[in-house]
């Protein structure tokens, strides 16, 4: 009686699936509403008058202590003084989350009122310059340590900042918005109290306003578009938010909507520089009241955020002429006066709501070409080098953790408590922004390399660990009876017990492979040019720029793609060593045994 063998789904099966349904999706066309693409400009016709829903306490800005009288003309700012990381390059560190202020366009260039804003004062300098990605929350300690020259984020300027870093003559106002779900009780800011979950980005004047101002305390949020997220899916009660961010993200038809809005109770907003660094605000300053005095700042700020200027607010030095925009009042009666009447119609359901914003067949089209082109070659590039990292320096700590000396035994057991002890996140940072600045001449100021040491040097403490206990289960008697035969001890355990000991541990050490290849993502914190993002950072800047969790749903499969082969062969590989060989496979010496015979 023949027994037939049950077909079983192989790695190789399972990922010929997967990039089936990866390539299936690009070419289905299923119905989706309309994208917005957030990181264009909106152009004029999108104007705005002054909020009539301000909030009593409003009272317009605070005196203005800081602004400065006048500036130096163009033609005596030297260039060559302005204490620059690279000799004629402004590199700026920004976000890529928060249009139309800062973003990523669809061509994969940051952009935004601010950047464009930079780009022409730059350009008036006769400076080239470089924009670099970051997070918001180490933005400002990144340009106090000179890791940027300027932070271009809508950074509202207070004096608390102005204690890390200066700051340029104002280019922009603050408003605050508070955004909550549409038909929400809360109606305005005296209606958030205690128990309420109000949503700011970390790290932001929202979130200072919030605690300080408001008594409350809010739900911290790393970026703009999980924070919006949440609040459409209700997870919310409210967002406070930068009015340039709140009129960018919510979009007609969706479950939100701005209530009240507030003056900024701080100053304008600015770019930070390093405090000490004075030439280049000045220079800054200068390029500032160029634009405006050109017509430049004009005709960005129509394009990008067209919006009445509030009474007594002009941008650049207080000697800067008057900016002549269009009446942006009367735009925008004109665009409500020929707005349509939205008809009723009834609450999408939940279903199609999750569908909308997880499977937008189109935004998986335009999404998997940059994970595969930018995306998967980082991530790769970012795992496979801290991996070699992590196995030689892991090794390195293996031996000397089960060395019977004091002064190789304590220092790798301090070593291994504290990177294993610290977040993720934590190591990173302090290496990128407390050795970047010491080897910054080696490493061109990239951080790319400071990413790969600082996964490395993480993986390493793990991978040692997995090491010495494999090394440490190995029979004492393997090394007994390699020393009787006359090797030394260095020999025995080179030849004899390390090899059994890692044979021992390599599902363990597959599995540390599989969780560095996801901790590849914490990387952005350091700051990466655009072609430098690896696969979640990709997928989230798409996910910003258009307001759908598709992009990161996109980004996940191909994690899926990587970890989960990874997976099956961590399985087989422990199945293998510890049955053997198959049933159904015969053995080499047998074979060639019976073969000599014949």
């Not at 293998?576 to 019976?594: Q, V």
């Amino acid at each position: 009686m023949s027994s037939k063998r049950v077909p079983r789904l192989t790695v190789k099966s399972f990922v010929l699936v997967l990039v089936a349904a990866m390539i299936a999706a690009m070419g289905l066309a299923a119905p989706a509403g309309a994208q917005v693409d957030q990181c264009a400009p909106p152009g004029v016709q999108s104007a705005s008058a002054l909020p009539t829903n301000l909030a009593a306490a409003a009272t317009g800005p605070a005196e203005d202590k800081y602004t400065t009288p006048g500036v130096r003309p163009l033609q005596d700012i030297d260039v060559n003084a302005l204490g620059l990381s690279s000799p004629g390059t402004l590199t700026v560190g920004t976000l890529s989350d928060a249009p139309p202020s800062i973003c990523i366009n669809s061509a994969g260039q940051f952009t935004g009122f601010d950047n464009e804003l930079l780009r022409a004062v730059a350009d008036k300098l006769g400076l080239k310059i470089n924009f670099v990605g970051t997070e918001f929350s180490g933005l400002l300690a990144q340009v106090a340590s000179r890791r940027f020259d300027v932070g271009s984020s809508s950074i509202t300027t207070t004096d608390a900042r102005r204690q890390t870093v200066g700051f340029t003559n104002g280019y922009d106002f603050g408003y605050f918005s508070l955004v909550v779900p549409q038909g929400s009780p809360i109606t305005g800011f005296d209606k958030l109290a205690a128990g309420q979950r109000i949503g700011v980005v970390q790290g932001t004047v929202q979130e200072a306003y919030v605690i300080d101002t408001l008594k409350l305390q809010p739900v911290k949020f790393p970026d703009y578009s999980t924070l919006y997220a949440s609040l459409k899916t209700r997870q919310l009660d409210a967002w406070v938010a930068p009015s340039q961010q709140a009129q960018g993200t919510v979009q007609p038809g969706d479950p939100a909507e701005i209530v009240e809005n507030t003056f900024s109770l701080d100053n304008f907003v600015a770019w930070a520089v390093a405090k000490n660094n004075q030439p280049l605000i000045d220079a800054l300053n200068s390029g500032l009241d160029a634009i405006v005095a050109d017509g430049t700042w004009s005709r960005l700020y129509s394009d990008w955020v067209p919006r009445a200027l509030p009474p007594g607010w002009k941008p650049g030095s207080k000697s800067a002429p008057e900016p002549k925009l269009p009446d942006f009042a009367a735009i925008a009666a004109e665009n409500q006066s020929k707005a349509t009447p939205a008809q009723a119609s009834a609450p999408p359901s939940t279903l199609s709501q999750l569908a909308a914003s997880f499977l937008d067949w189109n935004l998986y089209k335009q999404a998997i070409p940059d994970l595969f082109k930018t995306g998967l070659p980082n991530t790769l590039i970012l795992t496979f080098a801290a991996s070699v990292i992590g196995l030689v320096l892991g090794m390195a700590l293996a031996v000397a953790g089960i060395s019977t000396s004091r002064l190789l035994r304590w220092p790798a057991r301090i070593y291994t408590d504290i990177f294993r002890g610290l977040p993720e996140v934590v190591i990173i940072l302090l290496i990128g922004l407390g050795i970047g600045p010491v080897v910054g001449q080696l490493t061109g100021n990239n951080p790319y390399p400071l990413g790969i040491a600082a996964l490395g040097l993480m993986a390493a403490a793990y991978v040692g660990e997995i090491f010495r206990s494999g090394i440490q289960s190995v029979d004492p008697g393997q090394l007994e009876a390699s020393r009787a035969l006359g090797f030394s001890y260095a020999t025995s355990m080179r030849l004899v017990v390390i090899p059994q000991g890692v044979r021992r541990v390599l599902p363990a050490l597959m599995n540390q492979f599989i969780s560095l290849l996801k901790a590849s993502s914490l990387v952005y914190f350091l700051g990466l040019i655009a072609n430098q993002r690896e696969l979640f950072q990709v997928g989230r800047d798409l996910n910003a720029q258009t307001g759908n969790l598709s992009p990161l749903v996109a980004a996940g499969l191909f994690y899926l793609a990587l970890t989960i082969p990874l997976t099956h062969l961590v399985n087989f590989i422990d199945t293998r060593l510890r049955r053997g060989r198959r049933p159904d496979e015969e053995d080499p010496l047998l074979t060639s045994t019976s073969q000599e015979m014949n």
